[in-house]
């Protein structure tokens, strides 16, 4: 029996899923013969809403059709749908929290079950660009209020009593009047023949009244799991009769593959079958490299044949891309006018009249995602249907593109989402999924394939090489009246199509065009970057060199005005106000519309005035020790950090202390954001001492962690402390998975030329600091 009743009255699911597709989920084996209820409720109009998102925007119509189930048994088990992948950020548990928040459900009696990829039955899936929340927090309420609403309907039917009289406490539905309660499961077969609730007459709790939300006393479901290593990732992946795989790719980014011998490769112990891998020309969006597949009975002799394979290659146009010469053209191309991108006033006038200007010319190279998990992926191609398993941010994407590229339809296709050891962007890109489908349709059986650390270095699609020059102009009294940033970088559109020299209109609007300064005269410009490797977003994307070049410039101005830094900070910043931004010809604001989440300089003030406090903005510290402070607007929220760092006489780098306040609207759970800006903290500073991808002859020159290493534990921030700003009762929710990561690096570097005098403008740090 299907528990989705009246499904032609469900706004947007006239095509509702069968209900044999329903009845496939693991979460509902068994409810049917039981006398379950499943709900799959549509996110009804937010008119009720003081603010909207962009979230409509998004491809495959995540506001207007997402499906987002609610079951629940008999014995009163609530299970959710978490339709967002897991990589640490506690999304699988934030999003059926706030599904159980409004039900009123104990959450200790529900159970979350990951969706596979599916983005007709549950919307967007991508999980990135810190909007999962921003996102859902909204539709996730609905869904809650409207499945509460149809139990307390089914049990006022039961009772013959009005529904105004019977409300949702803790799992059961109480008659006031009279004490009679009744068990979600008890309610679950008449609660299925209630209509869904439209917006109208929906209730929503009042924050006042939430037991879960915002209270930070939930952890995450997976934890322990994790903690116990019983957690599964792509690589616990087993399949019986599965082969392993690992491929050698080509070494520059558009080379292919001249010849190759296989005979040493099929020698070793293990290894079955050594065959071409196809592989797309560059740029191709996330299509595999291509390159040459070694099959074997486990990895480590695929590995070992691999290692044994003779390989000529053409390495093709970037063939010569060398990072110290590229580096170089930047630094070129950033000293001479570029693509005027927001213009105010006449900077150049105001600079020439002006009467000192300041400079600072900031390098950022390249970066690798480096996530403790390497990309890895198992595939099953059987005839015109594929399955695949992996950890991968979107899922629905990963599920189109593998069907697109085998030619089969899509809904052939199921991409089951394991655990993600990491993310960071990179695995938004589903280039190793689409290998193992590609490997699996040519051998006839299921294939793992496992990138090596090293894979995951030399092939990654890297955050962007980047120069960033500033001019700032001041008049007598010191007061900055003109400023020029040029922003020169190969831009992300490079993956996707060929020729594309400019940053796209997503990557100026991180920290460039959106400058909140409030200054009479500014230009920002874009000179031309082209791109010779796969450039792809990283956390936080292009706000990583925007921020350490525009933080460390405000510094670098309180230093030649005999400044505070946080008083040139804040004075900067000016009035309490909406930046305007109609000079902009397309400003971009992270997908979201201007009115619900604009730039507020009241609110970036707010969490520089709340750190500067909080921290202990110029306390007394020991000699070798100083202070850096940077605020930076990113993924829609506000975050301001203090670093305090230690340098000794032999350069040696310690950073004792961390504050760092942050404004992201109305929040779930506290204790995520406060892992996530612990965990910015860390990530930050292993990018700003170590982070360097170079290249030499088109080759990336770094392999693993000993030339490309992360901060260890003894390296980490001794104490960081996080403050969150308290919303306000019509905030909307923004980021927090990435906000963190920008203003790290300047205030660091600030910090450091407290401590030593030293000016760092190019990272990584390395052995900068040494006497």
């Known amino acids: 029996m299907n528990f989705i009743q009246n499904p032609g009255k469900l706004r947007g699911f006239e095509k509702s899923i069968s209900i044999e597709k329903i009845t496939r989920r693991n979460i509902l084996k068994g409810l049917s013969a039981a006398g379950g209820f499943v709900l799959a409720a549509p996110v ?72 596979h990829g599916d983005e007709v039955r549950y919307g967007n899936q991508d999980t990135d660009g810190s909007r999962s929340t921003r996102h859902y927090l909204v539709p996730m309420r609905q869904i809650g209020a409207a499945a509460r609403t149809m139990l307390e309907q089914a049990a006022a039917r039961r009772w013959g009593v009005p529904a105004a009289e019977v409300k949702a406490v803790n799992h059961e539905i109480v008659h006031g009047a009279s004490g009679r309660k009744l068990g979600f499961g008890e309610l679950a077969s008449d609660a299925a023949r209630e209509s869904v609730p439209g917006m109208e007459g929906l209730k929503l709790k009042e924050a006042k ?40 790719r080509p070494p520059v980014t558009g080379g292919k593959l001249v010849s190759f011998d296989p005979d040493a490769a099929l020698k070793v112990p ?15 969006k996330f299509q595999p490299l291509g390159g040459v597949a070694v099959i074997a009975r486990n990895t480590g002799a695929a590995i070992k044949g691999r290692d044994a394979l003779k390989l000529v290659w053409d390495d093709g146009a970037n063939g010569k891309y060398d990072s110290v010469a590229y580096r170089k053209e930047l630094e070129e191309v950033a000293r001479k006018p570029g693509l005027v991108v ?70 052939n296709v199921t991409v089951n989402v394991t655990l993600l050891g990491g993310g960071f962007g990179r695995k938004s890109k589903c280039d190793f999924a689409l290998e193992a489908a590609l490997l699996s349709k040519e051998i006839g059986a299921p294939v793992k394939v496992q990138w090596t650390r090293e894979d995951d270095v030399r092939h990654d699609f890297l955050h962007t090489v980047s120069v960033e020059r500033i001019e700032a102009g001041l008049d007598k009294s010191g007061k900055v009246i003109a400023w020029r940033h040029r922003s020169v970088a190969p831009s992300i559109a490079s993956t996707f199509a060929a020729g594309a020299v400019h940053q796209a209109p997503f990557e100026l609007g991180m920290g460039l065009i959106d400058m909140p300064f409030e200054i009479a005269n500014i230009s920002c410009e874009n000179p031309e970057a082209a791109a010779h490797a796969r450039i792809g977003w990283f956390r936080s994307v292009s706000n990583v060199p925007r921020a350490f070049a525009v933080q460390s410039m405000v510094a670098e101005i309180a230093q030649a005005t005999g400044r505070d830094p946080k008083d040139m900070l804040l004075e900067l910043i000016g009035s309490p106000r909406i930046v305007n931004l109609s000079s902009v010809k397309d400003p971009w604001n992270y997908g979201e519309p201007y009115d619900s989440y604009p730039i507020d300089t009241a609110r970036l003030r707010k969490v520089v005035e709340l750190v500067a406090e909080k921290g202990e903005w110029g306390r007394a510290v020991p ?42 609207g109305t929040y779930v759970n506290p204790e995520r954001i406060q892992s996530q800006i612990e965990g910015a903290a ?52 923004s980021g927090v998975g990435e906000p963190g990561v920008p203003p790290f690096a300047p205030a660091l570097i600030n910090a450091i030329f407290a401590a030593t005098g030293k000016r760092i403008r190019s990272l990584p740090i390395g052995k900068q600091l040494e006497a």
């Open 44 to 115: 009804m109009s937010r008119q009720a809403f003081a603010y909207q998102t962009g979230a409509g925007a998004m491809p495959h119509g995540i506001v207007l059709d997402p499906r987002v189930f609610v079951a629940i048994a008999p014995d009163g088990i609530v299970t959710i749908v978490a339709h967002r992948s897991e990589m640490g950020t506690g999304v699988r548990t934030s999003l059926p929290l706030v599904v159980a928040e409004e039900m009123d459900a104990d959450w200790s009696k529900v159970r979350v079950q990951q969706a």
């Open 209 to 248: 009244d939430f037991r879960y939300l915002g209270k930070g006393q939930v952890g995450i479901v997976d934890l322990h799991d994790i903690t116990t290593g019983a957690a599964r990732y792509g690589a616990d992946v087993r399949l019986p009769g599965m082969k392993y795989a690992v491929i050698a």
């Open 270 to 284: 293990g290894v079955e079958k050594v065959m071409q891998a196809r592989g797309w020309p560059w740029p191709s």
């Open 342 to 411: 927001r213009k105010e006033g006449d900077a150049d006038s105001a600079l020439k009249n002006a009467d000192k200007v300041v400079v600072g010319e900031y390098y950022l190279p390249h970066l690798a995602h480096v996530s403790m998990e390497p990309p890895v992926a198992v595939a099953d191609v059987k005839g015109d249907k594929c399955e695949i398993w992996a950890p991968v941010q979107s899922p629905g994407g990963t599920r189109e593109d593998v069907a697109k590229t085998l030619g089969i339809p899509e809904g």
């Open 623 to 664: 000699k070798g020790h100083g202070l850096g402070i940077a605020v930076h607007r990113s993924f829609v929220s506000y975050v301001a950090t203090i670093v305090e760092v230690a340098v000794d006489d032999k350069g040696k780098l310690t950073v004792p202390r961390v504050d760092t306040a942050i404004d992201c």
């Open 682 to 733: 860390i990530m930050g500073l292993s990018l700003a001492k170590y982070g360097e991808i170079s290249f030499k002859d088109g080759k990336v020159q770094q392999k693993n962690f000993d030339d490309f290493p992360v901060v260890r534990i003894d390296e980490s921030p001794q104490v960081t402390n996080v403050y969150i700003v308290p919303p306000g009762p019509d905030t909307p929710p």
